[in-house]
């Protein structure tokens, strides 16, 4: 298993929001107890989506043992990675057009009910589809704290708010693989399930705090609501693409199912090359068509740089 197994990924998403300024929005309401609820379950949202990042991993024999399939156990973590990085900037986006609050209780309902699938799954493919679910719900609830925290916040306490996202990724990935070790140390029984049904009791505590306290969104004015058609939908679906197509030959090459020179894995390896290609050529046209409404999920501009083109790759 590589570090991206054992480590919550870093996704920076606060730029991809343009609602960060608060005026007249719902959040400019949030003093008192409201601000405090509504944080609470903001970073309790951060910290749910990245233990699950880690706590699964020391799992995953149990999990196989008990389904008799250990050829797709790595995928239990891989499904969540790649829908969790996959997603967060079309959240952040989808949070322009339908209000924070609204993305973020359906971050909270998506990751709350496929938690209970997976504690609930009866094969290895079931658990792996409601884990790519997990991971939707999982970067909304990463990508809205990062985008909702600055601005329900005065300014100087966003230097708080950097030190306490650290923390929760720290405290997460620390965390997770202990507590998952406890969980599921009997490999004769399904304890492994209680790794997902603890989700659901701190999740729901969170969401009736987040209804409670923030207020309804009031209507946008005019002219500042996007719409759908300036999400990349696009973008998004070739950069998942690519991604999981690469991660399937990578981690499926060279076991006794599929060989490196076999065609499944060549074909999928040309296929993950196009998908970056058209990715890559797809974020180019969008920055050129000034005339169009959808905004790059990756500016091109800022791989163009040399120190951010240096650091990409």
Known sequence: MDDTSTRAPVIPVAEAST?????????????????????????????????????????????AAQFEDFSRATWVVSAYLLTYMACAIIMARLSDIFGKKTIEVTSFVIFIVSSMACALSKSMLQLIVFRALQGIGGSGLYSMTMVVAPSVASEERVGMIAALVSMVQVVAGVLGPILGGVISHDRTSSTWRWIFWINLPIGCAALCALLLAWPR?????????????????????????????????????????????????????????????????????????????????????????????????
């Open 19 to 63: 609602a960060v300024k608060i005026s007249s929005t719902a959040e400019a309401q949030l003093t008192g107890w409201r601000f405090n609820a509504v944080f609470a379950a903001l970073f309790t949202g951060l910290f749910l989506a990245m233990l699950d990042t880690t706590i699964v991993a020391v799992a995953l024999t149990t999990m």
């Open 217 to 313: 969104d009031k209507k946008q004015q005019t002219g500042s609501r996007q719409t759908l058609s300036s999400v990349d939908f696009v973008g998004a679906i070739l950069l998942l693409a690519f991604s999981i197509l690469v991660v399937f030959a990578l981690q499926e090459g060279g076991t006794y199912v599929y060989q490196w020179n076999s065609p499944a894995i060549i074909v999928t390896l040309v296929l993950s090359g196009v998908s970056l290609l058209a990715f890559i050529g797809w974020q180019e046209l969008v920055s050129r068509r000034s005339a169009w409404l959808v905004k790059g999920i990756f500016p091109i501009q800022i791989a163009k740089t040399r120190t951010m083109g240096s650091n990409i790759l």
